[in-house]
């Protein structure tokens, strides 16, 4: 290995977990002191470095299935959400739901309850399968479309009239692009903006700062959706971003001696983990 690279090493203090997050670890972590274990309904954080500490102290990963056979046990809902077909597994099965939903995730749920109930023709922009879409679609008895961008929704038969819903964590240039081609072709969009600004500031808060370094690391887990789009936001703007997952993901032979370095991350990556990738660095 490299010695004495000397790098100058900067975290960036708008990186880390967004309040979503952080409410719902702080919640799992109480109880784990209180009790020793704790059951969660999927992965608590897309970041397997976060979720295989909490696993250390006691948290208990369930799937749907494990839920189904779970009895007179506490269950902690995520920061996601779930859709009420949960809620209603855990009445029937005498289950204490700690809800960790994230406060933006439960207004959009309300809000797309609201326009099914209208009987409105829902739309929603976000990533098939991911766990808040998961939530958002059962308010809808699975009824509402979801697309990942425009070429998949054109692939769709329009109505004339549409509501138009994203996920929370997905950029708000994207989801006004789509609203203005659809109307440029002549469709009546009725769009909610429901993107989440803590997510979405970050989009402006990261080009700043991966512009400042010479080499940037972004740190984020593999599932992180979030993580994946502030990546190419970086990239985009420091050709020499890296992404990484863990400190032995870092490979020396990418800095030159005195180099600045920038380290920054998903909404989902721990503050703890982005130290660790500061102290492996300034050891090079």
């Known amino acids: 290995m490299q010695s004495g690279l000397h790098l100058s090493v900067r975290i960036d203090s708008n990186s880390g977990f967004c309040f979503g997050v952080i409410y719902a670890i702080q919640m799992a ?6 009790q020793g274990y704790l059951y969660c309904l999927g992965d608590i954080v897309h970041n397997d470095e976060e979720v295989q500490r909490l696993q250390a102290k006691g948290l208990r990963i369930i799937g749907y299935e494990q839920l189904a056979a779970l009895r007179d046990e506490a269950v902690l809902i995520r920061a996601h959400g779930e859709p009420p077909s949960t809620y209603q597994q855990a009445l029937e099965n005498n289950l204490t739901l700690i809800d ?12 797309i309850k609201a326009s099914f109930d209208r ?19 059962g308010q809808t008895h699975g009824e509402a479309i979801v697309f990942e961008n425009l070429e998949e929704l054109l692939h769709h038969e329009l109505p004339p009239s549409l509501t138009l819903y994203s ?8 989801f006004y692009n789509i ?33 400042q370094f010479d080499q940037v690391l972004f740190v984020s887990g593999t599932k992180s959706s979030n ?4 990546y190419q936001v970086c990239k985009d703007t420091n050709p020499r971003t ?21 380290i920054c991350g998903a909404t989902s990556t721990p503050m703890w983990l982005m130290e660790e990738v500061r102290e492996a660095l300034v050891r090079l």
Do not use: M
């Open 29 to 34: 972590e109480d109880l784990l002191d209180e």
């Open 100 to 111: 960790a939903s994230c406060p933006v995730v439960l207004k959009l749920q309300n809000r």
């Open 119 to 137: 009987r409105e023709k829902l739309y929603i922009y976000g990533k098939h399968g991911h766990a808040e879409v998961r939530g958002l679609l």
């Open 167 to 174: 996920q929370t964590t997905k950029g708000t240039n994207s």
């Open 179 to 211: 609203k203005n081609e659809l109307e440029s072709r002549g469709y009546q969009v009725n769009a909610h903006d429901t993107i989440c600004r803590q997510v979405s500031n970050r989009d402006l808060d990261l080009r700043r700062f991966a512009a």
């Open 227 to 230: 993580g994946k789009v502030l």
């Open 242 to 262: 890296h992404f990484i997952s863990k400190t032995e993901d870092i490979c020396p032979s990418w800095f030159e001696p005195g180099q600045s370095v920038g």
